[in-house]
């Protein structure tokens, strides 16, 4: 298991995926099931972060739809600390983000060194991905639309063998969905693909 110290804090990612583990494009699929017992779970998931890291991608996205909205939902993510991972973007616009070109991996793991609340990262992208496969990830936060759909599937080719084990599992927030969490497990599960 990961070893974490007391004053580390921990790195949550939340992701929607659908039936057959896809996760590209959620927007086009899980909208029908996203109803108000999941913005407020949403809601609740984000006031126990203190910080939101994201790769570009996310950035562009959340960015464009976020500055625009309203209600207690928008309000908190706009006013939280954001870090967006890119080598590429030269500054983000959107209030209190900062962007760092450096490694993700080794950035990740300085911030998660500093004492505060949860580190939240949303969907599971290349940044999401180069996350856990550095093992960083200290929860995994997984909610299952009923649908099938095509699209970029959660585990990519290339990706790192990792074990995880099961926290707790019920239904979602909404009807149809199922919330999955879970921890990352042992090095020897991970060893043998489990």
């Given at each position: 298991m990961n070893a974490i110290s007391e004053s580390s804090r921990r790195l949550v990612q939340s992701a929607l995926v659908s039936l057959n583990g896809v996760i590209g494009e959620p927007v086009r699929w899980a909208g029908p099931y996203f109803g108000p017992g999941s913005a407020a779970h949403s809601l609740e998931v984000l006031e126990r972060s203190e910080a939101m890291l994201m790769g570009r991608r996310t950035?562009?996205?959340?960015?464009?739809?976020?500055?625009?909205?309203?209600?207690?939902?928008?309000?908190?993510?706009?006013?939280?600390?954001?870090?967006?991972?890119?080598?590429?973007?030269?500054?983000?616009?959107?209030?209190?983000?900062?962007?760092?070109?450096?490694?993700?991996?080794?950035?990740?793991?300085?911030?998660?060194?500093?004492?505060?609340?949860?580190?939240?990262?949303?969907?599971?992208?290349?940044?999401?991905?180069?996350?856990?496969?550095?093992?960083?990830?200290?929860?995994?936060?997984?909610?299952?639309?009923?649908?099938?759909?095509?699209?970029?599937?959660?585990?990519?080719p290339g990706a790192v063998a990792r074990s995880w084990e099961l926290v707790s599992a019920g239904p979602g927030h909404d009807p149809g969905l199922v919330s999955l969490t879970y921890r990352p497990g042992s090095a020897e599960g991970a060893a043998d693909g489990v």
């Amino acid at each position: 298991m990961n070893a974490i110290s007391e004053s580390s804090r921990r790195l949550v990612q939340s992701a929607l995926v659908s039936l057959n583990g896809v996760i590209g494009e959620p927007v086009r699929w899980a909208g029908p099931y996203f109803g108000p017992g999941s913005a407020a779970h949403s809601l609740e998931v984000l006031e126990r972060s203190e910080a939101m890291l994201m790769g570009r991608r996310t950035y562009e996205l959340f960015s464009r739809q976020w500055p625009a909205a309203s209600g207690p939902y928008a309000e908190h993510i706009n006013a939280m600390r954001k870090y967006v991972f890119s080598s590429t973007l030269q500054e983000a616009e959107w209030t209190n983000t900062s962007v760092i070109a450096d490694d993700p991996a080794k950035a990740v793991a300085e911030l998660k060194r500093t004492p505060g609340r949860d580190l939240i990262v949303y969907g599971h992208g290349q940044f999401g991905q180069t996350l856990c496969d550095a093992g960083l990830v200290d929860e995994l936060r997984l909610t299952v639309v009923p649908v099938f759909v095509e699209g970029t599937t959660y585990y990519r080719p290339g990706a790192v063998a990792r074990s995880w084990e099961l926290v707790s599992a019920g239904p979602g927030h909404d009807p149809g969905l199922v919330s999955l969490t879970y921890r990352p497990g042992s090095a020897e599960g991970a060893a043998d693909g489990v």
